[in-house]
């Protein structure tokens, strides 16, 4: 509670500061603030994550899931998430293209964890089928 | 709808199944019992010889192909076969199968439970990812759509998919090699049961039915594998893959190919029973003649002794009968404990899909619960399959059972 206090604060109070800055052409400071908080943001909220995934783990591991499989599921999130802001901070900054590049590697990086899974799914339909 | 019918259907049949071995059981008894063997002058004596000539057919019977079978089979399934003794289930039993019935009913119960916790794992697998995938989405629908966040749950989606198609695989062996132990099984026992119906004195029942029967259960068998199986399997396999992409439209032919198995399934069942019957129902008057004459012409040619041989031929007769219709009933019984079996297994991984889609179905995208109740579909066509060839042994096994019977009462 008294986190996300913290956090919407400090989030609400740099948005108006980097507007500031904005505008007193010094965009590439903007850019660097909002990294930073970015950055810190998820550092600070990183072990509430960690012990989450750790009681996913924890069950999983209990309904014999193999880890394998759920670091699948994880990792790919986890591409996507981080993709995800670092793609938005590059669009902020005005800089399309690469937003673009890093949505494009994140793509290719969640396909190539996939494609193993998407391998055995259509050697189990063949077997099926054969 | 028309899936929940099927189902019942099945269940009844089971159970029709089971009730008519009963009474079949009974009839076998019955017929040692019956006033009709023992009506003769001296009814010791003959009781006497028709112990001997059993002993004497059942010391020339070779019950090793069915022995082989039935060692090849599953451990449960064999725990729940009665033994394969011929002799003392005519004589010592009174002339029934000694089958704890409440005790493999309970055995069934049992196994079917054992199998529901088994596959629990399977669910609880399955569930958890689900879920997990379902929250890790609901964090992601926060932000702005965007085609990565798509992609990730995509590979979750593809690890549910995975696991179930395991499970799933798993299931289509058990009904495949359920099938083919029936038919060898079937192999086994039909050349023996057409044996002991020609010494019965069914001559033209045994050599009309022998090619018949085997041809037919060599073709049934043979079709379910060759095109019920595979449409079912490839049913599932579009359902599957045309959940898995948006723009393909597989689900749809995939219930094509379904229907299809189904029409199949349907169309080989009347057509075996039809041919079985027609056959079985001529085939047995002729045979009464046969006997008939075998006995006057040795009640009145043979001099002296004549009308003794005419009793001898009727005592003979009627321990191949007695055999017969031992064997046969073992075989009824052996069939419905295969195939009860595998079918018991294949139900609790059904039911493990049907759960988990309707749990999965308000938490998790649609093409999870399409996808499970596609392949839960797909088991019931399989699951259908074992059923109706079980079903169609039994009743090609009742037939011969019954021939022998109607050609003894026609004289």
Redesign the interface.
């Known amino acids: 509670m008294a986190d996300i206090v913290g956090l919407v604060l400090v989030g609400v109070i740099l948005s108006v500061l980097i507007v500031h800055i904005k505008e007193k052409n010094y965009p590439e400071f903007a850019t660097i603030m909002g990294f930073v908080f970015v950055t810190i943001a998820m550092l600070r909220f990183m072990p509430s994550l960690a012990d989450l995934v750790r009681v996913f783990n924890e069950v999983g591991r209990q309904a014999g899931v193999r880890s394998y499989y759920f670091d699948l599921v994880l990792r790919s999130l986890a591409v996507a998430y981080i993709a995800a802001f670092g793609a938005q901070l590059s669009k902020d900054a005005g800089e399309g293209a690469i937003a673009i590049a890093i949505e494009l590697a994140a793509k290719i990086l969640i396909l190539a964890l996939g494609i193993p899974v998407l391998l055995a799914i259509v050697q189990t339909l063949a077997e099926i089928l054969g | 709808m028309h899936r929940q019918w099927r189902k019942w259907l099945l269940i009844i049949g089971m159970v029709g199944l089971v009730v008519e071995t009963l009474s079949l059981t009974a009839v076998a008894a019955e017929q040692f019992h019956s006033p009709g063997w023992d009506q003769t002058t001296q009814a010791n004596e003959d009781a006497l010889l028709l112990q001997k000539v059993v002993d004497g057919q059942l010391g020339r019977l070779d019950m090793n192909q069915i022995e082989q079978v039935l060692k090849r089979l599953d451990a449960d399934v064999q725990a729940n076969l009665p033994k394969l003794d011929i002799r003392s289930m005519i004589f010592r039993d009174g002339g029934s199968l000694r089958i704890d019935v409440p005790r493999l009913i309970t055995g069934m119960i049992q196994y079917f439970l054992r199998e529901i916790v088994l596959n629990f794992?399977l669910l609880?697998?399955l569930l958890?990812?689900v879920v997990?995938?379902a929250s890790?989405q609901h964090l992601?629908v926060t932000?702005e759509k965007?085609?990565?966040?798509n992609?990730?749950s995509?590979?979750?989606f593809?690890?549910i998919?995975?696991?179930s198609?395991?499970s799933?695989?798993a299931a289509?062996t058990v009904a495949k090699t359920t099938i083919e132990h029936m038919v060898e099984f079937m192999h086994a026992i039909l050349p023996m049961l057409t044996a002991l119906l020609a010494a019965a004195g069914a001559m033209a029942s045994a050599t009309v039915l022998h090619p018949i029967l085997l041809t037919s259960v060599v073709v049934v068998s043979t079709l379910v594998k060759t095109i019920v199986l595979?449409l079912a399997?490839?049913g599932?396999?579009l359902g599957?893959?045309g959940n898995?992409t948006k723009g393909f439209p597989g689900s749809s032919l995939g219930d094509l190919a379904n229907k299809a198995a189904v029409v199949v399934l349907g169309l080989l069942c009347t057509g075996f029973l039809g041919v079985l019957t027609v056959k079985g129902a001529l085939a047995p008057l002729v045979d009464g003649i046969g006997l008939k004459t075998a006995k006057f012409l040795a009640g009145r040619f043979v001099p002296v002794v004549g009308g003794v041989f005419s009793g001898a031929v009727e005592v003979v007769a009627g321990g191949s009968i007695l055999i017969k219709s031992a064997v046969g009933v073992f075989g009824l019984f052996a069939v419905i404990v295969i195939a009860s079996f595998s079918l018991l297994k294949l139900a609790s991984i059904l039911v493990i899909y049907r759960l988990v889609a309707a749990l999965a179905a308000p938490i998790a995208e649609s093409r999870v619960a399409g996808a499970l109740n596609q392949m839960a579909g797909g088991l019931a066509v399989v699951l259908a399959a074992v059923g109706v060839t079980a079903v169609m042994f039994f009743v090609a096994i009742t037939i011969v059972i019954s021939l022998g019977n109607v050609a003894v009462m026609v004289q």
């Open positions: 794992r609880g697998q958890l990812l997990l995938c890790l992601q932000w965007n085609a990565m966040g992609l990730a995509s590979v979750s593809l690890v998919l995975y696991i198609l395991k799933f695989q289509v595979p399997l490839i599932i396999v599957v893959v898995m």
